[in-house]
T-cell receptor, first 111, second 115 residues
Framework: GENVEQHPSTLSVQEGDSAVIKCTYS??????FPWYKQELGKRPQLIID?????GEKKDQRIAVTLNKTAKHFSLHITETQPEDSAVYFC??????????FGKGTKLSVKP | ETGVTQTPRHLVMGMTNKKSLKCEQH?????MYWYKQSAKKPLELMFV???????ENNSVPSRFSPECPNSSHLFLHLHTLQPEDSALYLC??????????????FGPGTRLLVL
């Protein structure tokens, strides 16, 4: 069935460094790829998303890249701050389909 | 409160109890979802309702029974649960069709403990 693999499961970086989280998907018809951030004890919140008609999208310190040929997409966080510490989930969906989530990456940013 | 709300936020129940989780969305969306979030597992989609009609039931045991009386409210009725059903239950909503982004917005979740 449809599957989304996410790596790494945990990531620890020093404040100010960059963090990269990678996901691969199995359904070649997927065309929408959101990223959610879930802080401890809080709800998942959308931080950025990308559609299959673009290869990269940026919003301040956050960027997402998509490689449709390889069926993978990545989240890049630059100049990390302690408040970036959270669990990040990637997801993929085809038109009229449901979101398939990755297992999540726990990011720790050490001051 | 705006967005997606859920009650109760915490629930402890015995295996013989019957309880219900409630979700309400204030975003004018036409689709609502129930997810289960367990430790070290991805978000598991349980049920999907589009325009109040159930369109997805991902092999969820019958001890979980959803109800969607209108496009703003969603319930999850629980009965004779097992300890392994302990998890965070998240509700979400989105706008399906019409060329919209279909971004899903999540509620705060109900933390369920089954004893």
């Amino acid at each position: 069935g449809e599957n989304v693999e996410q790596h790494p499961s945990t990531l620890s970086v020093q404040e100010g460094d960059s963090a990269v989280i990678k996901c691969t998907y199995s359904d070649s018809a997927s065309n929408y790829f959101p990223w959610y951030k879930q802080e401890l004890g809080k709800r998942p919140q959308l931080i950025i998303d990308i559609r299959s008609n673009v290869g990269e999208k940026k919003d301040q310190r956050i960027a997402v890249t998509l490689n449709k040929t390889a069926k993978h997409f990545s989240l890049h966080i630059t100049e990390t701050q302690p408040e970036d510490s959270a669990v990040y989930f990637c997801a993929a969906r085809r038109s009229q389909g449901n979101l398939i989530f990755g297992k999540g990456t726990k990011l720790s940013v050490k001051p | 409160e705006t967005g997606v709300t859920q009650t109760p936020r915490h629930l402890v129940m015995g295996m013989t109890n019957k309880k219900s989780l409630k979700c309400e969305q204030h975003l004018g969306h036409n689709a609502m979802y129930w997810y289960k979030q367990s430790a070290k597992k991805p978000l598991e989609l349980m049920f999907v309702y589009n325009f109040k009609e159930q369109t997805e039931n991902n092999s969820v045991p019958s001890r979980f029974s959803p109800e969607c009386p209108n496009s703003s409210h969603l319930f999850l009725h629980l009965h004779t649960l097992q300890p392994e059903d302990s998890a965070l239950y998240l509700c979400a909503s989105s706008q399906v069709g019409g060329g919209g982004q279909e971004t899903q917005y999540f509620g705060p979740g109900t933390r369920l403990l089954v004893l």
